[in-house]
């Protein structure tokens, strides 16, 4: 044996017999890697190493963040934009000069209330939501589709409508709302301040979204003409209504956390409306509350965005079968066009 090996050969004997162990022995080389050697940096290896793994950044998740607690709706039926400033409507315009308005925002056709709160709602077309007729018919059951009360209410949100047409009941299941109170089922107010009561009497309960529809303008038009004076002192009043219901919301704190939508659901001409005309299809459109920047809207606004922005503004998501979309200009983001009906 080599000189090497026989100086292995007597430390391991000296080892040993001071105790020590052969597992302390340096091994003698192989001529083949043995199962817990590397190859070498140019030999060829039997399997492709991973590359060093980093911690995955934060995608966005497809529920937007709330930017309210609450959603008040407030429409005024049938009211034409042009009616607002001889009608001063002075807490109408107040909300114009604080939120994002249009003055040209579109309806469907037809131009009729329970139609055109369907779409308002249900965030779709009537194709969609089929609901054409424009009486209470209980047979005929409720505007197909998953509508923003809907939304709310799965999402735990108080959900309230407090309405002047019976007929309204339609647009959604009771089921989705936890309050539900129209005012005469003969469409004749005999209290015109009962919907300012209520809506107040239910502010006290707390909401997550709110619809309160006054209908006296709409019965004005009808009766003595659209844009006459007896209509525009109708509004007037109806706005007062509504300056007592944001001051309720003032007085329990809730102002500065609620969006507020302003609209309508028809105009109307001489004494009727329901055609596919301007003066019937032309409704404003207004926005006000966290988040919203005040400015006039160079977006088309259609009546199905309501639902939409709702949706936007609580944080839900929005359907993807809905043809409105949020208006996000009021909200300073890049506007996306809906294609309307």
């Known amino acids: 044996m080599n000189r090497k090996i026989q100086a292995l050969f007597v430390l391991g004997i000296f080892l040993l017999a001071c105790g020590g ?13 043995t199962a817990t050697e590397t190859s070498s940096p140019s030999a060829t290896p039997s399997f492709t190493a991973a590359p060093p793994t980093e911690t995955p950044l934060p995608t966005a998740t497809a529920t937007p963040v709330p930017l309210a607690s609450r959603v008040l ?5 049938g009211l034409r934009p042009d009616a607002i400033l001889p009608a001063n409507m ?11 308005s249009t003055l040209s925002a579109r309806t469907i056709m037809p131009s009729s209330t329970l139609p055109s709160i369907s779409s308002m709602l249900v965030g779709t077309c009537p194709a969609k939501h089929i609901v054409r007729w424009n009486e209470y018919v209980p047979q005929n059951g409720y505007a197909l589709g998953k509508d923003i009360f809907d939304l709310a209410h799965g999402a735990g949100q108080r959900t309230v409508m407090v ?11 009771p089921t989705s709302t936890d309050f ?12 015109p301040y009962r919907i300012e009561q209520l809506a107040i009497q239910q502010m006290g309960q707390g909401f997550g979204l709110m619809l309160v529809h006054f209908p006296n303008g709409d019965l004005a038009g009808h009766e003595y003409g659209w844009m006459s004076r007896n209509q525009l002192e109708t509004y007037a009043n109806d706005d007062e209504s509504l300056g007592f219901i944001l001051q309720s919301l003032r007085a329990r704190g809730l102002y500065e956390s609620t969006m ?9 001409h001489d004494t009727t409306h329901g055609y596919d005309v301007p003066e019937d299809m ?22 199905m965005d309501t639902a939409a922005t709702a949706a936007f503004v609580l944080g839900l998501p929005v359907p993807p079968e ?20």
Not at 73 to 77: A, L
Not at 180 to 191: A, G, L, N, P, Y
């Open 260 to 268: 507020i939508i302003v609209t309508a659901d028809h105009g109307g």
């Open 21 to 33: 162990s052969l597992a302390s022995l340096p091994q003698a080389t192989a001529s083949f890697p």
């Open 90 to 100: 002075v807490n109408v315009l107040s909300l114009m000069h604080s939120g994002a």
């Open 163 to 173: 309405v002047g047409k019976e007929k309204l009941r339609q647009v959604t299941e």
């Open 180 to 191: 539900f109170q129209f005012v005469d089922d003969t469409d004749k107010i005999v209290d």
């Open 282 to 303: 032309t409704i404003p459109w207004i926005v006000s509350g966290p988040g919203v920047l005040p400015l006039q809207l160079t977006t088309q606004v259609h009546t």
């Open 73 to 77: 709706i407030v429409v005024f039926d």
């Open 322 to 341: 809905w043809d409105g979309v949020p208006v996000y200009e009021a909200f300073g983001l890049p506007a996306v066009p809906s294609a309307g009906c």
